[in-house]
């Protein structure tokens, strides 16, 4: 089936998978809360060793180590939902990343 290039945008947040919001991983709560405001698709990204700003009140239990929540979708929605998303990421040293980037989907039959 042939394919084509459908413009698009990747945000990427990087942070520390120890870091909870309100008792939750705040990447779990990142990918959440993309799902409920639709956008086309979320995934989280554990890294084995990193480094970079550190956030000191990170805990000292759970999972430790870098991250990333990579989500695509249009750049307005993702602009969008990064404003929304300032309560979880105003706790953390998270840096975020927005870059346009061309999504190779298949071509719809019909």
């Known amino acids: 089936m042939p394919a084509h290039d459908l413009p698009a945008a990747r945000l ?3 942070l520390d998978a120890a870091v909870v919001w309100h008792h939750r ?5 990142l990918v959440h809360r993309a799902h409920r405001a639709g956008l086309a698709g979320a995934s989280v990204f554990r890294g084995v060793t990193g480094f970079g700003a550190g956030d000191p009140r990170r805990p000292a239990h759970g999972p430790k180590g870098p991250c990333a929540v990579v989500i695509v979708d249009d750049e307005p929605r993702l602009r969008d939902f990064l404003s929304r998303a300032a309560d979880v990421l105003g706790e953390t040293s998270a840096v975020a990343v927005l870059d346009r980037v061309r999504v190779r989907a ?3 039959c019909g």
Do not use: D, F, S, V
């Open 12 to 14: 990427t947040i990087h």
């Open 25 to 29: 991983p705040a990447y779990a709560e």
């Open 106 to 108: 298949p071509r719809a």
